[in-house]
């Protein structure tokens, strides 16, 4: 079985596994990708879409900034467009702490190159003139923007595999072993696979195999809510969202160019590992009615059209688990981006493979590491 | 113990009949219907003011319609019911309600869904000119309006309702250009011996070709259709373009098309109940699984009428009354005196065997759907062309519909593929040569129709919050 | 196809010519609304439908560029018949009862209405 033997094995076809997969063949490395269904079905392909580097962690900025800056090449990266619109990125506030929260993340975030304009009520409406009344201040991050997350990961995937890599969809790995030089996976198929090096890249399944490979973590699953509404005239150019600390004040929204308006949050459904993804929770879709109302009040002329739902993987500490394993030389972490993977997912898969194939990166990633939880 | 609660959906034929037998069982059935009166779409109900009597509405149907009007009417009190309003999810056991700005949540023991059916389209290219209608819509214009779809007709498609149309058309004084059905002229007797299973409709159907014929309409079978033709100003309905057997093209004049292929289930809410569906060879399209009686696969879940089986009106009236006196059963409750659950099912075969007799007779033309041009926009909500959604099928290797449908956007637009799904699937199917049931069908997502954001909910503290 | 145009007996009705006709039933009361701002008649209980088409030739433009739209279904599943209001309202075509104070417009507005 030489045929299945790579340099690296990577375990899982989303964003991560499939961009990491290009960065690879990019650096030269033979790659081969398994993925249990099919290329960015899960959270890759069912998430908001929000190119956003504002309100993110700070420490995660880097990677963040590095990923924004792929984002822009990604047409002649991939030879195919995925709808990447830099449109900028508002977040409002609706009470003086929210203003507050928002003044010192833009402190925050300078250091970072991350350079937010803060907006008065009435500056911020004089932009935008559809936002609410309520709208206190608001802050706007000018090159963030959002994208198609049902195109992006199979993009990723095609282009790793018209520069070489195997792509294996409807492939679900039962078995990983460690042998001398490396990982011995076998599939549902019978077919076994090679490689000194395997990444993890299994978003909400992630947990669950790190706990096999001996590294468990605290992890949790949950269900996204997601609607869209019809198409209208374009003219809600920046993605939005809202700085609160309360679940459901948290509402984001983004028009696509063809004119309808994706939106989500208020709350989170449940989510199954074993079982097929819920749909949204009606009761949610009423909540977050509300909330589109309150800060866009012409959406309430509107009708939805669509909800959906999925699955996300977050960890309790609410920070990814990117980079090394603590334990196993060869093995390598991506996932449990707890909802907040699409923008950083080009960076994710330069960064791993820059680590793989180097030994290091030069953008940090030490908060990240699997070993924070031992 | 509290009385059950029993929900049914759509107050047509099927719902009006298990309404009725639920209420005479001492029950207070909820039931939702999206019309302003009850009747459905095959007995729907002209608007106050409106003179003509049932016959002209009708016709041999007549009867029928004022009866299952007069049993609705009578019901009253008997029931609680929600015209004018969607039932648009299904959600933990409860039916999701909207009405203009006000949403309910309907906790349910047993849901009966009762929701019918719509056209089955073919994309055609200019399927989407202003005077191109569905073959329904061409007779509620007619029925529900005293309008016709335009001053020169064509009628093109096939099946029982293909010529009924064209008949109450004529009948109007409206005039039709021609009824051009796409199944062979030699199908008829393939379904001949299934369709006798019912003579007196066989006769019916006999009857109305008649007297199209009388009436000098133009009638032709096995048509193959190219186009709807657009006038110079690309603005509306000019033709019908059809293939001749020479190979070249022949236009049939006219400013309106009524278009049909039989009928397609509205099974939305059944799959958001989390009913299993199969594929039925006959019709060529999947439904949600269901026992003899209507009994869904998912718990508390029942179907009848033409949203689980395209029986017909009649049939309808037979399902409903299956699925009812099913709930009834389901719940431990007695049955209303004299049902007879036995002969109920025997006529319901009767009927199937006669619905499996008109898919052979006017069968579903699959490969002129299969080989539409790649300009024509097959997704009307969306406007995606039939080569977009083939591109996705091959180039970007989606093996089935969900997956066409997340690349090319086909099936995603307001309809939700209702008139685009099935004949999607035979694209790709194509594309991709496999079976058609291979390339599956578009999963169902709330909200069941465009859902207004200015909805609000009756009970804002049932949010489930994490 | 080449002869196609030229088989065509009938003249077209120009584009704003009305695309439904009217075959009875007349004797309801008129009911008086606008389309882009000119002045219609419909009669009661006409659908909003009914009363624009009988007006004029389409309901709407695709938002896609693809040419005007007139419904399809006339019974609220297919959707093609959405229409705004000069105020920014939508409103189902074929569901919707006329009424005097409607006014409806055919060409797409800016989005959203500020006032």
């Given amino acids: ?374 | 113990m509290a009385a059950p609660r029993v929900i049914v959906v759509g107050a047509g034929p099927a719902g009006t009949r298990a309404a009725e037998l639920l209420a005479a069982a001492g029950l207070r059935p909820t039931v939702v219907d999206e019309g302003r009166a009850s009747g459905g779409q095959i007995y729907r109900r002209q608007p106050p003011g409106f003179r003509r009597d049932a016959r002209t509405l009708y016709g041999t149907e007549a009867g029928r319609a004022t009866a299952l009007h007069a049993t609705f009417d009578g019901l009253g009190p008997a029931i609680e019911y929600l015209p004018e309003t969607l039932a648009w999810n299904i959600h933990g056991g409860a039916l999701y309600v909207q009405r203009e700005e006000r949403a309910r949540r309907l906790p349910f023991d047993a849901l009966l869904i009762a929701t019918g059916a719509t056209d089955r389209m073919i994309p055609l290219p200019g399927w989407t000119l202003p005077g191109a209608f569905s073959l329904g819509a061409a007779q509620i214009a007619l029925k529900a309006q005293a309008c016709a779809i335009g001053s020169r007709v064509v009628f093109l498609g096939t099946g029982p309702l293909l010529y009924l149309v064209a008949s109450q058309y004529v009948k109007a004084g409206a005039q039709v250009a021609a009824v051009l059905d796409t199944a062979p002229p030699g199908a008829r007797w393939k379904g001949l011996p299934l369709m006798a299973a019912r003579p007196a409709l066989l006769a019916k159907g006999a009857v109305l070709i008649a007297q199209l014929m009388r009436a000098g309409v133009t009638m032709r079978r096995g048509v193959v259709p190219r186009r709807v033709l657009a006038d110079a100003a690309g603005t509306r309905v000019a033709g019908v373009a059809i293939a001749t057997p020479d190979g070249g093209e022949e236009v049939i004049a006219c400013d309106a098309v009524g278009m049909g292929w039989h009928l397609r289930a509205e099974s939305q809410l059944a799959d958001l109940a989390g009913c299993a569906f199969d594929f039925d060879a006959d019709s060529r399209q999947w439904l949600p699984r269901a026992d003899e009686d209507g009994r869904a696969s998912a718990p508390g879940i029942y179907l009848a009428g033409d949203s689980a089986r395209i029986l017909g009106a009649d049939g309808a009236e037979i399902a409903g009354r299956l699925a009812a006196l099913a709930v009834l059963k389901d719940l431990g409750l007695p049955a209303p005196p004299g049902q007879d659950v036995a002969a109920l099912r025997r006529q319901r075969q009767v009927m199937d065997r006669f619905r499996r007799g008109l898919a052979l007779a006017f069968p579903w033309p699959a490969g002129l759907v299969a080989s539409l041009p790649d300009e024509t926009l097959v997704c009307r909500c969306e406007a995606i062309t039939a080569g977009a959604l083939r591109q996705s099928a091959t180039e970007l290797d989606a093996p089935e519909m969900n997956r066409a449908k997340a690349f090319s956007r086909t099936g995603m637009g307001r309809c939700q593929g209702r008139f685009c799904g099935i004949a999607g699937a035979e694209i790709v199917a194509a594309a991709r040569g496999v079976p058609v049931e291979v390339a599956g069908r578009l999963r169902g997502q709330a909200p069941v129709k465009p859902l207004p954001v200015a909805a609000l909910a009756d009970d804002a503290s049932t949010l489930e919050s994490t | 196809m080449a002869d196609a145009g030229s088989r065509i007996m009938t003249t077209p009705p120009a584009a704003t010519a009305p695309l439904l006709r009217r075959l009875g039933e007349t004797h309801r009361a008129p009911v008086a609304f606008t389309i882009d701002g000119q002045p219609a008649t419909a009669l009661e209980g006409d659908t909003l439908l009914t009363a624009l088409l009988l007006n004029a030739g389409a309901l709407r433009q695709s938002e896609f560029g693809d040419g005007p739209r007139a419904g399809f279904c006339l019974m609220g599943a297919c959707q093609d018949c959405w229409v705004w209001t000069e105020d920014g309202g939508r409103l189902r075509a074929c569901g919707t009862p006329v009424q005097p104070s409607l006014r409806i417009v055919t060409r797409e507005a800016p989005w959203p209405p500020l006032g």
């Fill in chain 1, 1 to 374: 079985m030489s045929e299945n033997r790579a340099d690296v094995l990577i375990l899982g076809g989303g964003l991560m596994g499939a961009a990491t997969a290009f960065f690879l063949r990019q650096r030269g490395l033979s790659v081969i990708l398994l993925e249990r269904r099919l290329v960015g079905q899960q959270a890759s392909g069912i998430n908001f879409g929000n190119v956003r580097r504002q309100g993110r962690f700070l420490p995660q900025l880097p990677l963040a900034n590095r990923s924004r800056a792929i984002w822009g090449r990604l047409p002649e990266l991939l030879g195919e467009d995925v709808e990447f619109l830099p449109s900028g990125h508002l977040r409002v506030a609706y009470t003086p702490e929210a203003v507050a929260t928002m003044e010192s993340y833009r402190d925050g975030a300078r250091p970072y190159g991350l350079d937010l304009e803060l907006l008065s009520g009435n500056a911020v409406r004089a932009r935008f003139p559809w936002l609410s009344p309520e709208v206190m201040a608001g802050s706007y991050s000018p090159h963030d923007g959002h994208a198609n997350p049902r195109l992006a990961a199979p993009a990723f995937a095609r282009a790793a595999r018209r520069a070489g890599a195997r792509i294996e969809e409807e492939a679900e790995v039962l078995t990983i072993e460690h042998e001398s030089g490396g990982y011995r996976l076998n599939t549902a198929d019978g077919r076994v696979w090679r490689a000194p090096v395997l990444q993890v890249s299994a978003g909400a399944w992630g947990g669950r195999i790190a706990a096999r490979l001996g590294e468990p973590v605290p992890m949790v699953v949950r269900g996204p809510q997601m609607g869209v509404t019809e198409a209208v005239p374009y003219a809600l150019l920046p993605v939005l969202g809202v700085t609160t600390k309360e679940i459901r004040e948290v509402l984001y929204l983004r028009q696509v160019k063809r004119g309808n308006i994706v939106f989500g949050g208020t709350g989170h459904g449940p989510a199954e590992l074993d079982a097929p993804p819920h749909r949204a929770n009606p009761d949610i879709t009423l909540h977050q009615f509300t909330q589109l109302r309150r800060m866009v009040p012409a959406l309430g002329a509107l009708r939805i059209i669509r909800t959906w739902s999925g699955i996300e993987g977050y960890m309790h500490d609410e920070i990814p688990v990117m980079g090394p394993s603590a334990k196993w030389p060869g093995l390598f972490y991506a996932f449990g981006f707890c909802g907040a993977g699409f923008q950083i997912g080009p960076g994710v898969g330069d960064v791993m493979a820059e680590l793989i194939a180097t030994g290091t990166t030069t953008t940090p990633i030490e908060p990240f590491h699997i070993g924070r939880f031992t």
